[in-house]
């Protein structure tokens, strides 16, 4: 069986494809044949080290993928061989292979005949934005602003404000991307340069912001805090420049400001079961219709990875790059 796999942490040149002896389905475990799984800014923090857990040693790479039921071990009960499935992050990484062997709790099945490259960023990114945008329970017509707008979990963003009927406000640092979220169903889209605070000013008006989904850190939301509504919401979810999140105490004290720290991970670990199935459940209904979708920059095959993982990791792509086990590769 492929494997990607890296064996030593913060060196990345350490990644190999290797051939390891498949697991079989232990008790409780379903194993998935991989048809595509992304390259996931968390992915790397893995193998550099910068993630919240370590595993053992030569480790396989990749938290989420979708694939087929090839085998179930004794007393799983949602999914059968032959399924489709999504697999979920947990702390065993593996969607990098062409098969992996996780507890059934990390496998949600997918009901719909949707196209696999889709469906493979749905398990995180699709998840995370539909429990970002709870934060505050916004009201029709809100303005939620977010950073690193035209990444792919803002894209996932984007559609499900509007489809809430909320506006966003999209935070990118390059101008080049501005055409096309406005054509995704972005209200207004603002770089953030120099001249940040006074191109907020002029597409807000007098109307403030209600909740603030920040995955960059830094200097940005100290910007944005003028412009936030009294009990407005802040969400980190992650700190891509590598800087702490700023909130004036000002703002931070004055406007009782709410702030929140999301990992998706905690929340797989501890909603109910069916809360998971019915969340999965709703944004695959809506990426078979064809409600919503991510960017797709490329794929490629797993024996292709050092160049996948140069492209995933450079900036400027228009999309994600998602590894396919099948023969569909696209550039
Ligand atoms: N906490 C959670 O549970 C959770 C769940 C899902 C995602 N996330 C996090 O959300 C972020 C986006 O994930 P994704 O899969 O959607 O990413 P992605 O599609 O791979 O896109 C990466 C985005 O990050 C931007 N970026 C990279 N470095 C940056 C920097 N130094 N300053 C500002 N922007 C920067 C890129 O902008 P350019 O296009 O300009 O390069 C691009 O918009 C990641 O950090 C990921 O770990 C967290």
């Given at each position: 069986m492929q494997s990607i796999q890296f064996?030593?942490?913060?060196?990345?040149?350490?990644?190999r494809l290797v051939e390891a002896d498949p697991a079989r389905a232990g008790s409780g475990d379903v194993k998935v044949a991989i048809e595509a799984a992304p390259l996931n800014p968390s992915d790397f923090m893995l193998i550099d080290g910068r993630y919240p857990f370590r595993p053992p040693l030569p480790s396989p790479a990749g938290s989420e993928g979708v694939g087929r039921v090839v085998e179930v071990g004794a007393g799983v009960t949602s999914v059968k061989e032959g399924d489709r499935v999504l697999v979920l992050p947990s702390g065993q990484p593996g969607t990098w292979q062409q098969e992996i062997v996780v507890a059934e709790r990390f496998v949600v099945r997918v009901g719909r005949d949707v196209d696999p490259v889709q469906l493979a960023t749905v398990g995180i990114n699709a998840a995370t934005a539909v429990l970002l945008l709870r934060y505050g329970a916004p009201e029709p017509g809100s303005w939620v602003a977010q950073t690193a707008a035209n990444s792919g979990l803002g894209a996932f963003v984007i559609a499900l404000a509007r489809r809430a009927g909320l506006r966003t406000l999209n935070i990118v640092?390059?101008?080049?991307?501005a055409d096309a979220l406005l054509d995704a169903g972005a209200d207004e889209v603002v770089v953030s340069d120099d001249t940040f605070g006074a191109q907020v000013a002029e597409v807000l008006g007098d109307a403030e912001v209600s909740l603030v989904l920040d995955g960059v850190g830094g200097p940005v939301v100290a910007g944005l805090t003028p412009f936030l509504a009294r009990e407005a919401h802040i969400v980190s979810f992650a700190a891509l420049s590598g800087q702490p999140i700023a909130v004036p105490p000002m703002h931070l004290t004055f406007k009782n400001l709410h702030l929140h720290g999301f990992w998706l991970n905690n929340w797989l670990d501890s909603a109910p079961r069916a809360e998971i199935e019915e969340l999965y459940g709703y944004v695959i209904d809506l990426i078979a219709d064809g409600a919503l979708s991510t960017p797709i920059e490329a794929t490629y095959r797993l024996d292709e990875h050092a160049e996948a993982i140069a492209h995933a990791r450079s900036?400027?792509?228009d999309g994600k790059i998602v590894f396919v086990t099948g023969p569909a590769v696209t550039r």
């Open positions: 064996s030593e942490y913060g060196k990345a040149d350490t990644v640092r390059r101008p080049e991307v900036t400027g792509r």
